[in-house]
């Protein structure tokens, strides 16, 4: 199987030909060392390959071969059958401190008292870790506060789309974390074999530059979790609900206005969608990286709500509101779209893969009826598809610089433990819990949550982020699996790559400013509190404040990227 960070798993461009990444961005250098008129803090980059540093690759061997083998990362293997768990780690080392780390949550907290966490401790070698759980929803705005106090306890889990709510997130990262570059740097596949059997991508992308105006300067960080790629969201469809309207399967979004027309029925409580703000614009083409891409006719970056296609994409919201195909209270934010789509209340709803397989168990449990799966890629006025797929790790754990080494080697321990992949006992401990208690296995052999291991393992996040699993693969209910992997294997065609491949972007702060408040302004229109006429206005305002910043910082990049 090959391996994914291999050139052959993942397309890599090299950042330090010529003179590194040209005059700019090599390990953090910020665009004010290369462009005068950029204030110090007003963004940054930071390159995600080409380090010397970073723990020495050694494949660790597979317990079992998938059933399906895809090409990772994009199109990921899968399992359609449950293989007999094997022990990865024959020899546990022990330990007996006790930490405190800080994670987000969805839904009801768990006690950490409940005999899952037991087992994990149990199960590493003794060590124990309390969860302070947080909020999911605040969680990315909130751990600004915490990070800047110092309160987050002994680490905290970040997951990567939630650093856009910092300000100065490098500056964070070298004042609040544990270097750990000098212990995980070289062979640690004795002590640490599955640490070291993480892509090397996966480390590449943990690393900060301690000063920003010296590339000798980066360091290694955080404990990436899983490095993953492919499709990051679809609109799902409950298509039994459609069949039996005699509604086709839209082809294009013509057709999927076609199709909400049919169905939606405002009268008696019926819309097509509960919301489609964020899944909407990929489906007029617009993916630009942070927003932005290369215009080939104009010779310069431009940003997505320049284009066209955004006029016609806030048109699209806009005709759906007016002709009420959207629920009445989409507006509020607060619409659980996957609750309403088991009701029958809409028929489409934005969501992520995993809701493929939470809708099929709630369907065998009896909690809901009918079946989902995603609509293809769709496009406007015969345009090719589009789609985005975010080649990278989820997130990182940092662990708080005023622990001791000693400290810091005993939670890599652990976070070598969860890092065994499906197929292992300590992954099925980490991923299912105790038999008997959080799971049973069915006719098949396979877990099947109980009550008590859905509420307690299954839905939380707790330490299953803690660090990633050398691989990715496809799992669970074999049908869904097989209907994702043949999914995943129909777009590959339409994957966009980034035009900033192999750099982490911070980007000015005035820029993310203003693309706050072009959200707004959007939904604003999308909802009839503004006129369609007012687009080009707010087009204007988010150049004005900070979007042609923003053109000249990311042209820096883009240019560096792609010296010749």
Same mark, same amino acid.
């Given at each position: 199987m ?18 590194g990444?040209?005059?700019?961005g090599?390990?953090?250098l ?88 037991a ?63 000098d212990?995980?740097? +070289?062979?640690?596949? %004795?002590?640490?074999?599955?640490? &070291? !059997?993480?892509?090397?991508? @996966?480390?590449?992308?943990? #690393? ?37 309207a005699?509604i ?84 509020? +934010?607060?619409?659980? %779209?996957?609750?309403?789509?088991? &009701? !029958?209340?809409?028929?489409? @709803?934005?969501?992520?893969? #995993? ?32 789609l985005k ?38 992954y ?39 660090s ?35 750099v ?22 999308a ?15 988010f ?22």
């Open positions: 090959p391996d994914s960070s291999s050139p052959q798993a993942m397309r890599r461009r090299s950042l330090f030909k010529a003179a990444l040209g005059a700019i090599a390990a953090g910020p665009f004010a060392a290369a462009c005068s008129d950029l204030k110090t803090g007003e963004g940054s980059t930071q390159t995600t390959e080409g380090f010397d540093f970073l723990p020495e690759y050694k494949e660790w061997p597979l317990p079992a071969e998938p059933d399906l083998v895809g090409d990772p990362p994009n199109h990921p293997s899968a399992f359609t059958s449950y293989p007999d768990p094997v022990e990865a780690i024959s020899e546990v080392p022990s330990g007996s401190g006790t930490y405190e780390f800080t994670v987000p949550f969805w839904g009801e907290a768990p006690s950490n008292d409940d005999s899952y966490f087992a994990l401790r149990d199960g590493w070698g003794g060590t124990t870790i309390n969860l302070r759980q947080a909020d999911g929803n605040t969680y990315a705005d909130t751990s600004v506060q915490w990070l800047n106090a110092n309160e987050y306890g002994d680490g905290i889990l970040l997951f990567s789309w939630m650093l856009g709510s910092h300000t100065n997130f490098q500056e964070t990262v070298v004042n609040s974390f544990y270097d750990l570059t212990i995980l740097k +070289g062979d640690i596949s %004795g002590r640490w074999p599955l640490l &070291a !059997g993480l892509p090397t991508q @996966s480390w590449a992308q943990s #690393v900060w530059s301690k000063d920003p105006a010296d590339p000798e300067s980066a360091r290694l960080f955080g404990i990436p979790s899983t490095f993953s790629g492919g499709p990051g969201n679809a609109m799902f469809v409950r298509d039994d609900l459609m069949d039996d005699g086709a399967m839209p082809t294009t979004i013509e057709e999927l206005l076609e199709a909400a027309r049919t169905w939606s029925d405002d009268a008696n409580g019926k819309w097509a969608f509960g919301s489609i703000d964020w899944i909407l614009p990929q489906m007029f083409g617009l993916i630009g990286d942070d927003g932005w891409s290369w215009d080939e006719k104009q010779g310069k970056l431009v940003n997505d709500c320049e284009k066209p296609e955004f006029t016609e994409m806030l048109e699209f919201r806009r005709l759906c509101w007016d002709e009420k195909l959207i629920h009445p209270d989409a507006p509020t +934010g607060t619409l659980d %779209g996957g609750a309403m789509q088991i &009701a !029958g209340t809409i028929l489409f @709803s934005q969501e992520n893969p #995993v809701r493929w397989y939470e809708y099929t168990a709630l369907v065998k449990d009896g909690a809901a009826t009918g079946s989902i799966k995603p609509l293809p890629p769709l496009a406007a006025k015969g345009r090719t598809p589009v797929a975010s080649t990278s790790v989820d997130g990182w754990t940092f662990l708080n610089k005023d622990l001791s080494k000693e400290q810091v080697e005993e939670l890599l321990d652990v976070a070598n433990w969860c890092s065994a992949p499906f197929g292992t006992k300590e099925e401990l980490m991923e299912y819990g105790v038999e008997g208690d959080h799971f049973e296995y069915d006719a098949t052999g396979t877990p099947i949550y109980t009550e008590h291991g859905t509420k307690i393992v299954q839905a939380p996040v707790n330490l299953k982020q803690y990633g699993k050398v691989q990715k693969f496809l799992t669970g209910d074999p049908e869904v699996v097989q209907a994702q992997f043949d999914y995943n294997a129909s777009v590959q065609q339409y994957i966009v790559p980034s035009a900033f491949e192999g982490r972007i911070e980007a000015p702060a005035a820029a993310k400013s203003a693309a706050q408040t072009l959200s707004d302004q959007q939904n604003d229109i909802y009839g509190r503004a006129e369609l006429s007012t687009i080009p206005d707010i087009v204007a305002t150049m004005e404040n900070g979007g042609e910043e923003a053109r000249e910082f990311y042209t820096d990049v883009y240019k560096s990227l792609n010296e010749k």
